[in-house]
């Protein structure tokens, strides 16, 4: 035949003038197979076909326009359109079908997959599957299998090849089963929806997976790291381009540029960006699917999953793609996988407070950087977390009328973070007074001034000190004294003084409410405490931190796992973490060690509960030498004292007077009445105050 009158020819010059698109791709593609179902379903008699299915007319149409013939119609239409994908390809066209064939899918297996498809594309084909007995309007496995065994049953390695396809497709992700129990030859087939949308050339509508493209991803070049991360940078695309692709895990705290690294990284390999969360582990098929899509878009998967101490996760191998895995996740927990791919690690730590710098000037206008308050280069915040604190605090001091930040603009700012991630699983506690208003002993009074420094000075401690130990920034304190002693005080005090919020975990409630997760909650606590440096205070922490028992009872068992995991994460802990208990005997002695600063309280003396009491009463003037009585005869803790003065106050309001002794008096017996003592103070003193 001429080559002028060559049907393949003329389409292929008609095809030459389309738009070299994904969508264009699916949709010449879908004609062939179209073609390729009018001439199998009626036995090559076309005319019958129409008559069965006059929709199919349309696009019969439409073919025959652009080859001019109707004789071997699919195999000229497919032969067109792999001269037009060829030339796409050479234009830098991405097209997923191209994609999926380079990935291993076989011809036949692509025909298969956009068959099942075409009920998508449009409702009608469901006529054309109607299976009338079974309520069913999808092609059935048995129906591909007699469409596309050309040639009858005695073309046995067809229909091998048939079968071996579409259980392929089935075990990629591509296609799935409604009816899994029916026999094989009635299983209805479904193509995966986000997998039609990618061929669409869209972006696939999952909750669990984000799409990023190259073409919006940083580069390395703009990325604000230690040394250390960028040196090993520098060397990752060209160990992420070798074959098999290792899987990379990316380690350090939530929202400190963890997946940003991960899409430079992508950038870098000319690849874009796949970001699957947990969800993707509650069902094994989204595994596949996440092998398909990427093999499809070209990207790297990053799947964003944090581990707990002791807690391990292996990863079976992903069908289709040949691309790099990185895992975005904390610092605990242990990956591996099934396919013994090799693996790499990069730690990206928090930032320094050069870093932090750098990424406040990022986030600025240039005259709010200037004028940027000292206190924002002592937060040691995650780069995420200044970049959110920075625009969060820019629209507090516009809404008040200003350029330049305050340091409250900050506190406010970090308060909008801290709530969504700390206050689901902590209470925050107001912060506020000095040092100097704690009533406690010389002894105590300078552990809680070194602790103060040694929280002041945490990052050049570390670093002068990284050569002897692991170089850790966290401090840990224990607060250790009888109930009312001061403890919580102290702690609000010590926030209010490193200029901190202060948040409280209830660890006796804690292990009570998340009974089977405690570990789970716990880390949240800690990692998000970390991340936006405050003060976490460990309420009662002898209910978890008592000494390990022989294992007598799964109780036991489970009991010594929950303290040994807390042990490791207290130790690993790189912020600020205060523990109170009212029974320092019986913490474990492994816990003890690990404290790098241990303040006793003791039950306040007589000069300390006269202190006590003047610093509660404040402007109310009340007899010193009935005061210091009062105090050397009534032998109360701190907080009973401040519950005395408290009610006395109250009495006085009703008396509608100022406070007095009598009030004061009167409330001193009913707090010795609420644990079942008599007030020391007799009466007759009570009364020989003036009036």
Not at 306 to 335: C, F
Not at 518 to 532: D, G
Not at 533 to 547: C, F, K, Q, R, T
Not at 595 to 615: G, S, T
Request: overall charge negative; aromatic content about 6%; some cysteine.
């Amino acid at each position: 035949m001429n080559a002028r009158h060559d049907p393949q020819e003329i389409a292929a010059a008609a095809f030459a003038e389309m738009e070299r698109s994904p969508a264009q791709h699916l949709r010449l593609a879908l004609f062939g197979v179209i073609a390729r179902v009018i001439e199998s379903c009626t036995d090559g008699d076309i005319g019958v076909a129409l008559q069965l299915q006059p929709f199919l007319a349309d696009y019969l149409e439409e073919m025959q326009s652009q080859t001019a013939v109707t004789d071997n119609l699919s195999r000229n239409w497919s032969h067109a359109v792999l001269a037009w994908e060829s030339e796409a390809v050479k234009r830098g066209a991405r097209l997923p079908l191209v994609a999926l064939r380079e990935a291993g899918l076989s011809p036949l297996e692509i025909e298969l997959l956009l068959a099942v498809g075409l009920v998508e594309e449009d409702p009608r084909f469901g006529n054309l599957f109607e299976n009338a007995q079974r309520n069913e309007r999808r092609p059935t496995f048995g129906l591909l299998m007699a469409w596309w065994r050309d040639g009858g049953d005695e073309d046995d390695d067809r229909c091998d090849a048939v079968r071996a396809g579409l259980q392929r497709l089935i075990e990629y992700g591509l296609v799935q089963l409604p009816n899994p129990e029916a026999p094989r030859a009635d299983w209805a087939l479904s193509v995966i929806l986000p997998v039609w949308d990618v061929l669409r050339g869209q972006a696939p509508a999952l909750r669990w997976l984000r799409h990023i493209p190259w073409d919006v991803l940083p580069s390395l070049e703009v990325q604000v790291a230690s040394d250390e991360v960028r040196l090993a940078c520098a060397a990752l695309p060209a160990l992420l381009a070798t074959r098999p692709a290792p899987v990379l895990l990316v380690r350090g705290a939530a929202h400190n540029g963890r997946k940003t690294l991960a899409g430079a990284l992508a950038h870098a390999v000319g690849r874009s960006l796949l970001i699957v969360r947990e969800a993707l582990f509650e069902d094994e098929n989204r595994w596949r699917l996440l092998g398909a899509i990427a093999a499809m878009t070209n990207a790297v998967p990053v799947l964003d999953y944090e581990l707990t101490p002791g807690e391990s996760r292996v990863l079976p191998p992903l069908p289709l793609t040949d691309a790099p895995l990185v895992v975005v996740t904390g610092k605990h927990g242990a990956w591996a996988c099934a396919d013994a791919r090799p693996s790499l690690t990069i730690e990206v730590p928090l930032p320094a407070d050069a870093q932090r710098l750098r990424h406040w000037q990022a986030c600025l206008p240039a005259r709010a950087f200037d004028a940027l308050p000292e206190t924002a280069a002592g937060m040691r915040l995650s780069s995420g977390s200044i970049r959110a604190v920075a625009t969060a605090a820019a629209g507090f001091a516009s809404l008040a009328g200003r350029e330049a930040l305050e340091p409250e603009d900050l506190r406010r700012a970090c308060r909008t973070l801290q709530a969504a991630r700390l206050e689901t699983l902590a209470t925050r506690l107001e912060a506020r007074g000095a040092l100097n208003d704690l009533a406690v002993d010389d002894a105590t009074r300078e552990e809680i001034a070194t602790l103060v420094a040694r929280c002041r000075w945490r990052e050049e401690l570390a670093r002068d000190s990284l050569a002897i130990t692991d170089g850790s920034v966290g401090v840990r304190a224990l607060f250790g004294g009888p109930s009312g002693s001061g403890k919580t005080l102290a702690a609000r005090l010590l926030a209010a003084e490193l200029g901190k919020d202060l948040y409280r975990v209830d660890l006796a409630a804690t292990v009570n409410k998340y009974l089977g997760e405690t570990e789970k909650s716990l880390n949240r606590a800690l990692s998000a405490a970390e991340e936006l440096d405050v003060v976490l205070l460990l309420d009662e922490g002898d209910s978890l931190m008592a000494g390990r028992t022989d294992v007598g009872s799964s109780n036991d068992r489970y009991a010594n796992l929950e303290t040994n995991f807390l042990l490791q994460r207290i130790e690993s802990f790189e912020g600020i973490l205060l523990i109170t208990t009212n029974a320092a005997d019986r913490i474990d002695r492994a816990f003890a060690r690990r404290m790098d600063v241990v303040v006793n309280f003791r039950a306040p003396d007589a000069w300390r509960r006269f202190e006590i009491l003047k610093l509660h009463l404040a402007d109310d003037q009340l007899d010193d030498v009935w005061l210091e009585d009062a105090a050397g005869r009534c032998a109360l803790s701190g907080g009973q004292l401040r519950n005395v003065v408290t009610h006395a106050r109250l009495l006085s309001l009703q008396a509608g007077r100022r406070l007095d002794e009598e009030h004061l008096h009167a409330a001193l017996v009913r707090e010795y009445r609420k644990t079942g003592a008599n007030c020391p103070l007799r009466p007759a003193q009570a009364r020989t105050w003036p009036r």
